[in-house]
């Protein structure tokens, strides 16, 4: 019983590296941008808020060290899509191979070094319940704020006016534009705000999770995370349940290979992957059921006086 | 301030310049931060662009490693020109080298005796089909299911690795290897034949140029090639015209898998001689830059091949020479990549200054009498 | 006082001066129309005074004083609307939704929503605020963005092509709505190049014509020949029509019904309808009534028709792909010319292989004889293009037309199938190409045309048509026909009876 509160507990802390940078991209994408670039914004941000740990000490400059360094790379990213017209995939493809090596670059004078471990600290009083004590509220607090993020954009996206000129952009940059509405510059904002929360996710990777810096540490969570906005048909809350269930599998493979599971460690490290492929493959084989979620304009390039 | 103008028709002459105007500013970046590292910006810049030409010793090593980037890359120009996104050229190599470094291996241990120019075609066969079994999977899920080819080919590259290092570890592993994750050497009867004696490139380099002009005459004189284009530039015209999409997929995912697979068997049975977790340091992604520092043509791509090979040699000897780490040249490789789809937009667009006239805000301003209009 | 009054407004654009010292005035109250063929500077005329572009030279004024307009917001304040040829909507958001971001006070949804329905009253414009745009109509999509500008009050509204969307008994319901406006003191701006609506609804006009004035007249005391004049220099062309000499049947269609692929298509049910050689048969109706998914049909780009609801030459055809087609004689020109018809950045010399491949054997192309074809159009149908090798998306829209057009021609097609021929194309080109149609279909060929300009059908067609709502009417001789029966039956208002039929001889 225990043991399954543990997991539990793993699977919502290993979710919420996907979950800030899954909400990320979704806000991203409901402006019409797609920003193939997330591992290497996370990769960037990883290092940032692991640097920024190291020489401070304190968790919140990390996480505003990560969301800053995910935010410079995605207007850089921005500017070029956005205003120079860029094709879109191989921008974003730039930008992770640009990012991978950055970080590898400057992640050289933190090789090896680690943290200390940065745990559940929890909700107190909550914690001690026998059983969702230990399963739900004795997470960091990026957990929680993971979730009442998702709130939060629901909120924004659905029920405020901000929101639903967000949607339009996506929905018919053309005809935002018509109306007056500075189309450019609402995506810059979408994909800086992006970059942001992937950068965070990066951070969160870095200094809560692994503690520690090795290059490459995101191991694909990037891609993953832009899956995810597939899988969860650009919701919100589908995007958190996305990502707590890869959070999950990738949680699996340690605890089979702890339960004694005969299989090489390696095709157990396959799981995420293979998962992510099949629930992809599930999701997209109706082409309608996308067309109405999908932002209408998402990978288009946008021309204002044309 | 500076406006972008579109032009009726994309410049030709910014087609060339574009690749070279992005070269020079890395390289006035990469100046820069070897000065900001402490460095003498000239010895870096010639540990990246003069040493790795010194010498036949250099050149064969350039040509060696520009070998699997220009091959992977004349696969992915097909792919990318048809607008099929594939960027797993990573994992299609791995495989490739899985299954031709599997035949090598069963050479190895069979005792069967045969010569080189009877393994030869069946290794680098092998290669090719197990890269193209790999991206067969990709085209497979994006034909049935509709699943996003770039997700999809990413994810299999992560698998392709684990699959690699599964492999090593434990069902292939070299009993006589002092337990390192390792093949055993494969037999000399399967190494590929040295084309420069006394030194690295092996045959494998003119086979990749012949396949140059293969691929050329495919992308610019036959149907299919055309075919392919037009479904990469516009989709809805391809459809008028008949063209198959499903058809354009299928050609172009296993064009492209068979050749990042064949990269992988030479470099398995080329320089090698076995499998080991480091069969790649990232060929198949470096190959994505070379495809488009080379616009997506194959001459360009031998060019761009060539440079970005010259990247990886100068991050080598940057490393032993002035103790710049290795990774420098991942972030040179994507700021090549950053500046010249920065560049590229000269070749649609025109950049005009235009004097900003003083606007006035929108009141109403004192009343003027009105001209009486011819 | 005049409510707008435009003085030596200019604009000028790196190959073309779009608007040359243009003047203008418009009074309270007054609908005031902008005439002019496609091309002449009507759209860049409007996007000045709307705030979208900034004059190169000259003045605004509003209400006797001048003013910048920086963008569509101060043009908002102003009192300035615009409703758009083209819809500015955001298909997945409701009709509510869509309205409230045309607006820029700070009104709440639900205020919105109420005033939706005030206006909808008032004016007799039929809108539900509730429904998701993408399952209305596009006459009903008007009405939205119509109420849209109105809820803006404004004291002037630009209407762009308005009609183009409408059965003509919607034109005259719109036309009522308008001189409602007009009364209570809104001044409009009606940008058009229809001569008939013009002359019946306006009380100005001015008239365009490369980019200057040519005229400013009272299109109620001037006739369709004077005020073509003034628009395009002189008296329209006049085509020969000669009788038609009918052959065979060559394009059979029999109770074809095909389910809707698109989630906001239309499903087509049991479409009959033939053309024989030497005729021509056009298909009328309002925009998003099944033209598109019957084309596709018929071309082969869709290719889920049952086989024997198509015959081509007493031969089904309708699953067969679009190569198979053309080489039963099947040759067709969709109604988009870049990125459909050709594709914008390969030169006109790639663009003739997308669907002739006479060039093309075993399996390579032969790149003189690609050439060589191009030139022969280029020379053959005057088309205005920097050669061969130019690239199709820099051709004006009437010259890439005439390529496009030609190449099927020449193909020596038995069977004709065009959609929109001439939209968007200046009046010189158009009627090249209705010229070219003609001359195909007094050498025997059958021709089918979809267009949306109902003159244009009734000036080349033999026999007519309507679709609407994915079904087919029985069709009529065109002599026969009149504009009032064609606009019943946009609404769908035909009788099974073949009544005014054509004797199928």
Redesign the interface.
Known sequence: MNEIALLIAATLASGTTLAMAGLGLLLNEKAGVLN?GAEGMMLVGALAGFGAAYASGNDWVAFAAGAAAGAVMAM?FGV?VI?????Q???G???T??????S??V??NFAGKTLSDRGGVGIPGLADVPFFGPALFRQHPMTYIAIALMFALGWFLYRSRSGLVLRGVGESPESAHALGYRVRWIRLGAVMAGGALCGIAGAYLSVVRAPLWV?GVT??SG??A??LT?FATWRPARVLLGAYLFGGVTMLQFYLQGEGVEI?S??L??LP??S??VV???I??N?TW?RINMPASLGRPF?PGS | MLK???R???SKAMSFASPLIALTLTVVVAALLFIVLGKDPLVGLGAFFVEPLRGVRQLTEVALKATPLILCALGLAVCYRSNV?N?GAEGQFLLGAITAGGLALWVTTSGIHASRWVWTPLILLAGVIGGMAWAAIVAL?RD?????E???S???V??AQ??V??LV??PWKDPMGFNFPQTKTFDTSTWLEMLVPRSRLHIGFAITLALVGVFWAFLF????G?QLQ?GG??P??A????FSARGALWTSMLISGGMAGLAGAMEAAGPLRQLTPHVSTGYG?TA??VC?VGRLHPVGIVFSGLLLSMFLIGGELGQSRLGL?N?????????L??LL??C??LI??RVRWQAT?H??????????T??A?P | M?RL?L?KLSKTY??VKANDQV?L?VKPGEIHAVLGENGAGKSTLMKMIYGAV?PDEG?I??????????NPQ?AR??GISMVFQHFSLFDTLTAAENVWLGLDKSYTLADVTQRIDQVSKEYGLDVEPMRPVHTLSVGERQRVEIVRALLTKPQLLILDEPTSVLTPQAVEKLFVTLRKLASEGCSILYISHKLDEIRALCHNCTVLRGGRVTGEVDPTKETNASLSRLMIGAEPPQLQHIQARLGDTVLDVRDLSLAKQQHFGMSLAHISFNVRAGEIVGIAGVSGNGQQELMAAL???DTRAAPDSIYLFGKPIGNQ????R?REGLH?V?E?RL????????PLA?NT???R?EA?RG???H?NEVRALAEKLIANFNVKA?GPG??A??LSGGNLQKFIVGREIDSKPKLLIVSQPTWGVDVGAAAQIRGALLKLRDEGCAVLVVSEELDELFEICDRLLVISQGKVSPSTPTSKATIEQIGAWMSGLWTTAPEGEHAQA
């Not at chain 1, 205003?83 to 094709?87: E, V």
């Not at chain 2, 049935?144 to 996003?148: D, T």
């Not at chain 2, 990774?327 to 700021?335: D, H, M, Y």
């Open positions: 193939l850089v070029l205003w120079l017209n860029t094709n995939y191989a921008t493809l730039a930008l191979l640009f990012g991978g090596g950055l590898a670059f992640g050289v290059e191991a694909g891609w993953i832009l899956a597939t090489a390696q095709l490290a396959m992957y293979l992510t492929i992809l493959a599930l997209s084989r082409p996308i021309h | 972008l103008e579109a009726p028709q994309p996104w960027i899920l049935r299911f509709n699943a996003s770039i997700l999809v990413l994810m299999l992560y698998v684990q699959l290092n599964y570890f434990v004189r036959s149907w299919r055309y037009v530039l516009a809805a015209a459809r008028y015209a008949g992604f994505i830059i488009f780490p990774a420098l040249t991942g972030v040179f490789q994507g700021l990549l950053f789809l920065a590229d937009t649609n667009y006239r606007v006035p805000v929108a009141k109403p301003a004192a009343p003027v009105t001209e209009t | 005049l009054e003085i790196p190959a003047s005035k900034r003045q004024c509003w209400n006797d004083k001048e003013v910048q307009i920086r101060e304040a102003l071309s082969g780009e792909p679009p190569a198979k053309r067709f969709p988009e990125g459909r018809g050709a594709v914008p950045t390969l790639a292989l997308l669907t491949d093309v399996g390579w192309i790149i920097g130019a690239a998306k820099s």
